[in-house]
């Protein structure tokens, strides 16, 4: 799997990211200057890390989702190509159009630093190969700005295409208000875009993926990319 | 030559905090009146937060050298050697004044600030934590600066991207008008390529790198140098505005210079911005500098010179680069969207030459600015010694566990997760012990290899006998890593106290100076950075002396790091270390009794270093399960937070015979452990210890979802856990206090 990971100013969990990529799926991923217009050739699966790009100053994810190399990651989009956004990330492609909707300030008006149970919707996606439908798993979230908004019309779209992968949920795989921790719309942690290929989420799975960090329930969100690309090629 | 400048008279001389002996020495070492530039240059290097004219003489008594110490205090930080090639560099600084006018920009700017001390010496930022110090919960301000304060430490780490993974939060009304505000950045370097502020070689280009600068800040350090009264709210503009991201920037263009051989001497602009650091770059190289303010990006226009040397604008570095290297190191700033300009260079003449649009603004002598700064040897008295509480003296006014749901419910004992949840403590993959053990684990690169981490002080007993309040500091620092495993290797410590001007406040400073170099020389623990931060008062009452120790120790393999959560049912609880039940400033005499009271828990600096060292190696073994050391709370509390972390019960033998229930239960003790261990080990384990002559008893078994105590019945570990949690997101939401 040939994996790059964009590097915009203020960005900060990349080397979480290259880190986790490098243990699941043995090959060190290219880090990509946010200056750069193209994409290393044969790049497999495009990420967008978490942090604070230019500082989240202006809305979250605004400046970076202009920065030159988003025009590569757009075409790399629309031939097909896998784009993973966490986080920041998950902002970034927002703001760049890739996926619907946006990422308001949690509810509770605090930054939340804690893990979260979020359940699999579906295992059919190769952001999800690596879990069964409708497991649970726990990964930590970082984050002031998680709370997932769309209109009405695109929300009943999301839901009828069985868009939502990922949602927080009770350890037990209820999804209740308790356990949304941001209050985001259907209690939505990650997000699929239409044709399938993107994927933007709140949570970090790269910081759940060794036994040191108390879980590694992260680890199966990499490793259904990785055999889903076997698989591909 | 100079025109416009205001006359200096008393008055201008004395809202520059500077003392009429003071400025004659001015007067008597430069023969001649400063100019108005050079009077600022003079109040920012002499105050009290550079100078440490009050505290030096104290300073020089402590223990700052062992074998793995690489850089004492002096320097931006501390370094150890942690052997295979890499070091670890850190420090503590105190960022208080600023955060209680202005709470959430005051704790931004002071992470950033010991942020940039530890990378400045070229070390990857790896770890933060802070020691956090409110006033009464029900002062008027005291939700507000919680509030503002926690969002500020957590903006700035988690926007630059650290971790921060430990610290301490209390409550007391002595902090009413002066909260504390101390953070620790912790880094990580190879032990051979360690950068430092002294100049070197004549000509050499200075640089100035980062953000530009502004008017803010200006009179910061003056600021914190003096008490506060009822105007202080008038100084809202000296407080610095801290950006993340320019750090973050900082950061990382720093370090690619410095990998690629850029740098000769670097020097972050803190307090006292350009002044100090020009003057630190030049002076400890035995060198001149030569400024042109001209050449300083500015973010205003018509910024005076003296505005500029005094601004306390964040994010900016000073630098001497090897001249053959300037393209290479500028090309790498501007990669970084970084201002980057030479702005002077160095000279042999050992002067301070600072020249504005063509005018000779300062002429200054470089070595004399800091070298003959003021030095007082301030009178103090020892306080008066309490009276020892006997236990026996003191009614019960509750049954144990009663005592304990209640305990769990204080604003010192809380879980302060409210806290710790608004800060990344798992970015850089890192974190093996989260906030909330006893001390936090942290993975040095790939591992095997484990830093142990912890702050620690408890200042009531600092105020009670200032001597043993500074040994328990150190050694409840000392003890913190061993729970966990660690090897305690070296400390930075962050004094801050009162008016040293008062003898009784002095009193207090050097009681806990002499305290601390006991216990560091005794265990071993030197101290290798720190920080003094005193006036820490308002209209005329002081804080509670609080001289935080930030301790750092090493695991040679973080698996080995034990946590203090119950593991399994059926375990052995032993208690290690002598109880006799001492109640005097503890937290149940406080707080359940109602007196904050008699002198605090002796500590015996050889008994810490026994029980420890073996607790230590109980641990590497692999016989103790689970292990906590006893502090606050005594031993029921720290019982209750071992099932509360582990979700199982207790079985607890009665208070033994001979001592009082109450003061068995919460008293607090030093030199104290609580281990699980198998039933397997159990007899070898009794018997090992016995043998070393370690105090060690059977204290109760592990197991069940209740807390029990023969003869006083049983509360369930999930209500223990509610009332644990309780109170500090209530108090927040604007509910009890």
């Known amino acids: 799997m040939k994996s790059a ?81 966490v986080c920041n990330g998950f902002q970034i492609l927002c703001e760049s159009g890739l996926l619907p909707g946006v990422l308001m300030r949690n509810a509770g008006l605090k930054f939340i630093c804690r893990d979260v149970h979020i359940r699999v919707e579906r295992s059919d996606t190769p952001f999800t ?105 | 030559m100079m025109s416009n400048q205001p006359k200096i008279t008393p008055e201008l001389v004395a809202s520059h905090g500077l003392k009429p002996d003071e400025y004659q020495r001015i007067l008597d070492l430069i023969g001649r009146e400063p100019s108005f530039t050079e009077l600022g240059i003079f109040s920012a290097m002499w105050n009290e937060h550079c100078s440490y004219k009050s505290s030096r003489k104290h300073l020089r008594g402590l223990p700052t050298k062992a074998p793995w110490v690489i850089q004492g205090p002096g320097e931006n930080a501390g370094v150890i050697d942690i052997g295979d090639g890499q070091a670890v560099v850190f420090k503590m600084e105190s960022h208080n004044h600023p955060s209680y006018i202005e709470p959430y920009q005051g704790a ?96 050499m280009p200075i640089v100035y790198l980062g953000s530009k600068t502004g008017r803010d800040g200006i009179h910061g350090a003056t600021m914190a140098s003096a008490e506060f009264d009822d105007a202080s709210e008038e100084k809202r503009p000296t407080v610095q505005v801290g950006d993340p991201f320019a750090e973050k920037l900082l950061l990382e263009a720093c370090l690619e210079i410095m990998a ?130 006997h236990a026996r003296d003191v009614a019960a006014p509750c049954a144990p566990l009663a005592a304990l749901t209640r305990l769990l419910a204080t604003p010192d004992l809380c879980s302060k997760r409210w806290v710790w949840e608004q800060y990344d403590h798992v970015i850089l993959g890192n974190t093996v012990q989260r906030p909330g053990g006893d001390a936090a684990v942290v993975r040095v690169e790939d591992g095997p290899k484990g830093l142990a981490l912890t702050v620690d002080v408890t200042p009531r007993y600092c105020e009670a006998d200032p001597f043993e309040g500074g040994k ?31 003898p009784e406040i002095m009193g207090q400073f050097v009681g806990c100076l002499r305290g601390i170099s006991a216990a560091c020389t005794a265990l071993d623990f030197p101290v290798v950075s720190g920080n003094v931060s005193l006036y820490n008062e308002t209209n005329g009452r002081g804080i509670l002396p609080t001289p935080s120790i930030g301790g750092v120790g090493v695991l040679a393999d973080f698996t080995q790091s034990a946590t203090l959560a119950f593991k399994v049912e059926g375990e052995a609880i032993l208690l290690i270390g002598d109880t006799h039940g001492w109640l005097g400033q503890s937290v149940y005499l406080r707080d359940i009794c109602g007196r904050e009271d008699g002198a605090p828990p002796p500590v015996d600096l050889a008994t810490e ?81 016995k043998a070393v002559g370690v105090p060690v008893s059977q204290i109760g078994v592990t197991g069940g979802d209740r807390l029990a105590i023969a003869g006083e019945g049983e509360v369930a570990v999930k209500d223990l856990d509610a009332a644990f949690e309780r109170w500090l997101p209530e108090y927040m939401a604007g509910g009890a206090s």
């Not at chain 1, 209820?174 to 209690?187: E, R």
């Not at chain 1, 960090?213 to 490793?223: E, K, N, P, S």
């Not at chain 2, 670097?266 to 020009?278: R, V």
Request: hydrophobic share 45%; proline share 5%.
């Open chain 1, 5 to 85: 990971i964009l590097v915009f100013p203020g960005i900060n969990r990349e080397r979480d990211m290259a880190r986790a990529l490098k243990l699941v799926s043995g090959q060190e991923p290219a880090m990509v200057w946010h200056a750069e217009t193209e994409l290393p050739a044969g790049t497999d699966l495009v990420v967008v890390p978490g942090g604070f790009s230019y500082g989240d100053y202006l809305r979250c994810g605004a400046i970076a989702a202009r920065a030159p190399v988003m025009d590569a990651v757009r075409a790399f989009a629309a031939r097909g190509g896998l784009v993973l956004g």
């Open chain 1, 129 to 233: 190969a690596g879990y069964n439908a409708g497991q649970v798993i726990r990964v930590p979230v970082a984050h002031g700005e998680g709370n997932y908004e769309a209109d009405d019309e695109t929300l009943k779209r999301i839901e009828g295409d069985g868009r939502v992968l990922y949602r927080y949920c009770a350890a037990d795989g209820v999804v209740d208000a308790a356990s949304n921790i941001n209050g985001a719309a259907a209690s939505i942690a990650g997000l699929l875009n239409e044709a399938g290929n993107v994927l933007g989420m709140m949570p970090h799975p790269e910081n759940h993926v060794e036994t040191i960090m108390g879980c590694t329930d992260g680890r199966g969100l990499f490793a259904g990319l990785v055999a889903h690309l076997d698989r591909a090629a």
């Open chain 2, 108 to 203: 931004t700017t002071g992470v950033g600030g010991i942020l940039r001390d530890v990378f400045t010496m070229g070390a990857r930022p790896i770890a933060c934590l802070n020691a956090l110090s409110f006033g009464d919960p029900s002062h008027p301000r005291t939700r507000h600066l919680v509030s503002g304060v926690v969002a500020g430490v957590g903006g700035y780490g988690n926007s630059f991207g650290v971790p921060t993974v430990g610290g301490q939060t209390r409550f007391h009304t002595r902090y009413d008008g002066n909260i504390l505000v101390n953070a620790m950045a912790v880094g990580l370097a190879p032990a051979d390529k360690i950068f430092y502020a002294a100049a070197s070689g004549v000509d």
């Open chain 2, 260 to 389: 690629k051989g850029c740098v000769i001497a670097i020097q972050d602009m803190g307090a006292a911005g350009l002044t100090c650091s020009a003057v630190e770059m030049g002076a400890k190289g035995d060198l001149g500098v030569d400024l042109d303010l001209d050449k300083v990006p500015t973010r205003e226009t018509g910024m005076s010179a003296y505005e500029m040397m005094l601004s306390e604008s964040q994010e900016r570095m000073l630098m001497v680069l090897k001249p053959e290297k300037e393209a290479e190191a500028e090309a790498i700033f501007r990669k970084w969207g970084l201002d980057f300009a030479v702005v002077g260079h160095t000279t042999p003449t050992r002067r301070f030459v600072v020249k504005h649009g063509g005018d000779v603004m300062a002429d200054l002598p470089i070595k004399e600015l800091g070298d003959e700064a003021p030095l007082y040897d301030r009178p103090f008295v020892d306080g008066a010694r309490l009276p020892v509480i």
């Open chain 2, 472 to 502: 328990q500091a150190v050694a409840e620092a000392w003890r913190n890593i061993t729970a966990v495993g660690g090897r305690p290797l070296a400390i930075t410590d962050n004094l801050n106290f009162g008016n040293p001007e008062r």
């Open chain 2, 609 to 689: 270093k026994r029980n420890g060292d073996v607790v230590r190696g109980m641990i590497h073994a692999g016989t103790a399960t689970a292990v906590h050391d006893l502090a606050d709370g005594g031993l029921l509390v720290a019982l209750a937070e071992m099932a509360i972390a582990g979700k199982i019960g207790a079985t607890l033998d009665a208070a033994p015979d001979g001592l009082v229930p109450h003061a068995w239960w919460f008293g607090e003790d030093q030199a104290r452990y609580l281990v699980t261990v198998p039933q397997s080990e159990l007899l070898g384990v009794l018997t090992k210890l």
